[in-house]
């Protein structure tokens, strides 16, 4: 008997037109790192008394499905997931290269049907209903450039044959740590040790009365926009920043020499007031927590925009 393994592991995306309900076709199969989506039914124990010391069969409670993907951040494949995280872009170009622009602040997000797939044993777990409800990824010097997707799903069907068909494949292009960049407002932000981007939907899950225990849906309610930057302390720039309350804009910005390119632009950041630790005679660092709040002028709270040769999403 063959027994699974993560190296033949298989991961296929659509998007859905009806919540919670696969469509026949049109799955892409998705680069990955790891996976922890999955559902759940926890057992109640029974409270009764009366029949003994030893306890009666426990009875099922409710169905959870949710989990994390790590993916990389690529050219092609992350646009799926950032088009989960704000909504339909605005795309443009009348040839390849396509600029694919994601913002947020949509009040509906698109859902989607992920399976799963070990087929040595086999087993291929559809999760439909996903909606992404968090993503986030690291900016450091040097490591593999991996963002992690928190999702929320209404369920999980298990076959053993797939029900994604042949996905269709997409060319990897991936960006690594090397290729990125951070400016603000306009110019480039130096002594930059790492950065830490995390956008969350806050998704309010509908848990109402259903005979198979799964929720009805998952709504985006306010979002939030964090992070940290860990800079070298080298001058007062951002430290005057926050002592005054003003925002800047944000930009972290990735770029291949081929032209592709990935750029998360914040437009209202605000940075607290750090505390200065002097640790001993190696150099002195400050740590900022920023927050962002939506841009007055603009409208929006940040700005995605990918360049690809990929027509649409």
Same mark, same amino acid.
């Given at each position: 008997?063959?027994?699974?393994?993560?190296?033949?592991?298989?991961?296929?995306?659509?998007?859905?037109?009806?919540?919670?309900?696969?469509?026949?076709? !049109?799955?892409?199969?998705?680069?990955?790192?790891?996976?922890?989506?999955?559902?759940?039914?926890?057992?109640?124990?029974?409270?009764?008394?009366?029949?003994?010391?030893?306890?009666?069969?426990?009875?099922?409670?409710?169905?959870?499905?949710? !989990?994390?993907?790590?993916?990389?951040?690529?050219?092609?494949?992350?646009?799926?997931?950032?088009?989960?995280?704000?909504?339909?872009?605005?795309?443009?170009?009348?040839?390849?290269?396509?600029?694919?622009?994601?913002?947020?602040?949509?009040?509906?997000?698109?859902?989607?049907?992920?399976?799963?797939?070990?087929?040595?044993?086999?087993?291929?777990?559809?999760?439909?209903?996903?909606?992404?409800?968090?993503?986030?990824?690291?900016?450091?010097?040097?490591?593999?450039?991996?963002?992690?997707?928190?999702?929320?799903?209404? !369920?999980?069907?298990?076959?053993?044959?797939?029900?994604?068909?042949?996905?269709?494949?997409?060319?990897?292009?991936?960006?690594?740590?090397?290729?990125?960049?951070?400016?603000?407002?306009?110019?480039?932000?130096?002594?930059?040790?790492?950065?830490?981007?995390?956008?969350?939907?806050?998704?309010?899950?509908?848990?109402?009365?259903?005979?198979? !225990?799964?929720?009805?849906?998952?709504?985006?309610?306010?979002?939030?926009?964090?992070?940290?930057?860990?800079?070298?302390?080298?001058?007062?720039?951002?430290?005057?920043?926050?002592?005054?309350?003003?925002?800047?804009?944000?930009?972290?910005?990735?770029?291949?020499?081929?032209?592709?390119?990935?750029?998360?632009?914040?437009?209202?950041?605000?940075?607290?007031?750090?505390?200065?630790?002097?640790?001993?005679?190696?150099?002195?660092?400050?740590?900022?927590?920023?927050?962002?709040?939506?841009?007055?002028?603009?409208?929006?709270?940040?700005?995605?925009?990918?360049?690809?040769?990929?027509?649409?999403?």
């Amino acid at each position: 008997m063959a027994r699974a393994q993560g190296a033949r592991a298989l991961m296929a995306l659509a998007f859905e037109t009806t919540y919670g309900t696969p469509p026949a076709s !049109g799955f892409t199969r998705m680069p990955f790192a790891s996976t922890s989506l999955g559902a759940e039914q926890p057992l109640l124990n029974s409270e009764l008394l009366g029949y003994g010391r030893d306890p009666l069969a426990p009875i099922k409670d409710a169905v959870t499905a949710d !989990g994390d993907v790590v993916v990389p951040l690529d050219a092609e494949a992350f646009g799926f997931w950032l088009k989960a995280a704000f909504g339909t872009p605005t795309t443009t170009g009348a040839e390849a290269p396509y600029t694919h622009e994601f913002q947020s602040g949509s009040w509906t997000l698109p859902s989607m049907s992920i399976e799963t797939g070990m087929p040595e044993v086999p087993r291929y777990a559809m999760y439909s209903g996903c909606v992404l409800d968090q993503i986030t990824w690291q900016m450091q010097r040097s490591g593999l450039l991996t963002a992690t997707a928190r999702l929320v799903a209404q !369920g999980e069907t298990v076959g053993t044959t797939t029900s994604a068909g042949t996905p269709a494949a997409l060319e990897l292009k991936r960006f690594g740590h090397f290729n990125g960049a951070i400016t603000r407002n306009g110019s480039a932000l130096g002594n930059v040790v790492s950065a830490e981007i995390t956008y969350a939907n806050n998704l309010d899950r509908i848990e109402t009365i259903r005979s198979d !225990g799964r929720i009805d849906g998952a709504d985006p309610s306010i979002a939030a926009l964090t992070g940290r930057i860990e800079v070298r302390f080298a001058d007062q720039t951002l430290v005057t920043q926050a002592i005054n309350g003003e925002a800047c804009e944000m930009e972290f910005a990735y770029v291949l020499p081929s032209g592709e390119s990935f750029t998360f632009t914040v437009h209202a950041v605000y940075l607290p007031c750090p505390r200065i630790e002097i640790g001993g005679p190696q150099g002195v660092q400050a740590s900022f927590d920023w927050q962002a709040a939506r841009d007055a002028t603009l409208g929006r709270m940040c700005t995605a925009t990918l360049i690809n040769d990929i027509e649409e999403y």
